[in-house]
């Protein structure tokens, strides 16, 4: 079993930055990646950034490259994504996932099994 707590999320002004934390528990930390997801009232869940169990690979989606990053700290079990600029539709549920069997982790999120219980970020104009 694997156990995903997010935490970080809150409230702040367009242009402002915030950062999320993921910790995990419950299986070796590095022997799989992690993604992050967020779900927008009435909108599908939809990828944000993964990052590879090594912490050498990393992708993110086109509508937040440049200015979401993607880290991991294997000493503290916990995955970071760091949202700078961040934009009124930025605001959503963030999740964090684990995916067991793909140490490359995947873009979609029927491929993780385990996922964290999430955190909003509300991103003012």
């Known amino acids: 079993q694997v156990q995903l707590v997010e935490s970080g999320g809150g409230l702040v002004q367009a242009g402002g930055s915030l950062r999320l934390s993921c910790t995990t528990s419950?299986?070796?930390?590095?022997?799989?990646?992690t993604g992050w997801f967020r779900q927008a009232p009435g909108k599908e869940r939809e990828f944000v950034g993964r990052?590879?169990?090594?912490?050498?690979?990393?992708s993110y989606a086109d509508s937040v490259k440049g200015r979401f990053t993607i880290s991991k700290d294997n000493a503290k079990n916990t995955v970071y994504l760091q949202m700078n600029s961040l934009k009124p539709e930025d605001t959503a549920a963030y999740y964090c996932?684990?995916?067991?069997?793909?140490?490359?982790?995947?873009?979609?999120?029927?491929?993780?099994?385990?996922w964290g219980q999430g955190t909003q970020v509300t991103v003012s104009s």
């Open positions: 990052i590879s169990w090594s912490g050498g690979f990393k």
């Open positions: 996932a684990a995916d067991i069997g793909n140490l490359w982790g995947s873009t979609s999120a029927s491929e993780y099994g385990y």
């Open positions: 419950g299986r070796t930390f590095s022997r799989y990646a």
